[in-house]
């Protein structure tokens, strides 16, 4: 098991890594002022319910903690409005107060709806995040919390920092490789934009997702956590560094908008939007990665190397306007130095135009 504080510029707050973590839960509650007695509402969805609140909750039963449960659909779509206005409703029904606590067990779904309600509720109480996807090393620390609405995703939101995070890598056995692989692409962009020698670990360690188990898994998290940690640490509310955890994502959030958000999972078109960004950087840097091979390796995982026949790169490019990196309507994307090495660049339409095109005939 592995324990360390997590800070941030506003709060610093434990996190638990480890096959087992959810059994720890109790003695972490009581170090954080939540005797025994206190209400607490786990907010889960209906796979990841089937799966472990009965355990969870037995868990924080025996410790004489007063446990309510909520499941929401599982799926995007579930960050809806009205699953927000239910969990407040439950939440309300229950008697929370000030001092109870809601703990969000599930993927970056549930904890991003989690959040928010936990936000708001009676204008913010306390929450916990245990994460049980590897995408969600990437949504449990950093504060943000969101629902989506109709117009855009993520529209509705704050930031509000959990009191710990609980991390228990045995619940991830049961996450489908489409999944793991999505959260791999979140593990390797940490890597890229921050950290040579982790970048060099993932190469000679991780050859297929099938080394995305035990400690190798554990150290994934670890490391990501810890990237993403130090960059909102300097940056808590995204004025400046920050910016650098959306490598791939100016590329990558236009494919999934313009494919249908679930034609590819978030990390697949992050990936694609990672080798393009690469792409881009050597053409405007004027230097080459090929020694790396990044795409292979990228490939090796499964993760699509390129863009999809069917997508009008004219339209990516109207979409990657509207990223909220863009200012004014010129499309600023995260380039890559060195491994390890991020800058923001403006680039203008007519080379982004070219690029894609020639991205696209690769
Ligand atoms: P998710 O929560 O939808 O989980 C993916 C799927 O896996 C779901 O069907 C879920 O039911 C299932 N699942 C979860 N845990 C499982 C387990 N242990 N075993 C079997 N199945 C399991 O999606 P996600 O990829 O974890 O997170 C994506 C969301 O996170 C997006 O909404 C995104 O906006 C958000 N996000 C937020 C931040 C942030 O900073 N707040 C950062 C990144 C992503
Ligand atoms: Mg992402």
């Given at each position: 098991m592995i324990e360390w504080m997590i800070e941030t510029a506003t709060k610093r707050y434990p996190l638990l890594l480890g096959d087992g973590a959810a059994r720890e839960l109790p003695s972490l509650l009581r170090s954080l002022?939540?005797?025994?007695g206190t209400k607490l509402f786990i907010i889960t969805d209906d796979t990841v319910a089937p799966l472990y609140l009965d355990e969870v909750r037995a868990t924080l039963a025996a410790a004489e903690y007063d446990v309510y449960a909520y499941i929401i659909p599982s799926g995007e779509a579930a960050k809806s409005f009205d699953n927000y206005y239910a969990c407040q409703t439950a939440a309300i029904k229950c008697g929370l107060d000030r001092r109870s606590v809601i703990v969000a067990l599930g993927g970056g779904v549930v904890g991003d709806l989690a959040g928010f309600v936990a936000a708001t509720y009676m204008r913010g109480i306390r929450y916990i995040q245990m994460p049980t996807t590897l995408l969600a090393h990437d949504s449990a620390v950093g504060g943000k919390v969101a629902i989506n609405h109709p117009l855009g995703k993520n529209m509705i939101g704050a930031f509000h920092q959990p009191e710990a995070v609980v991390y228990d890598t045995s619940f991830l056995r049961t996450l489908p490789e489409r999944e793991l692989r999505s959260g791999f692409a979140e593990v390797i962009k940490h890597a890229l934009i921050r950290d040579r020698r982790f970048y060099d670990w993932l190469r000679a360690e991780i050859k297929t997702l099938a080394d995305l188990r035990g400690e190798k898994l554990a150290y994934c998290i670890e490391k990501g956590i810890d990237i993403k940690a130090s960059v909102v640490r300097e940056d808590e509310k995204e004025t400046g560094v920050r910016a650098h955890l959306n490598f791939g994502h100016t590329l990558g959030h236009a494919l999934e908008s313009e494919l249908g958000y679930g034609a590819l999972t978030h990390g697949e078109a992050v990936a694609v939007g990672m080798l393009f960004a690469v792409f881009v950087s050597e053409r405007f840097y004027g230097r080459?990665?090929?020694?790396?091979r990044l795409a292979d390796w990228f490939a090796g995982y499964g993760f699509p190397v390129s863009l999809p026949a069917a997508v009008q790169t004219r339209r990516l490019l109207e979409k990657m306007k509207g990223?909220?990196?863009?200012?004014?309507g010129t499309v600023r994307m995260v380039l890559l130095c060195e491994i390890g090495d991020v800058e923001v660049v403006e680039l203008e339409d007519d080379n982004l135009l070219t690029w894609l095109d020639e991205f696209s005939r690769q």
């Open positions: 002022a939540c005797p025994p080459s990665f090929a020694e790396h990223d909220k990196k863009a200012y004014a």
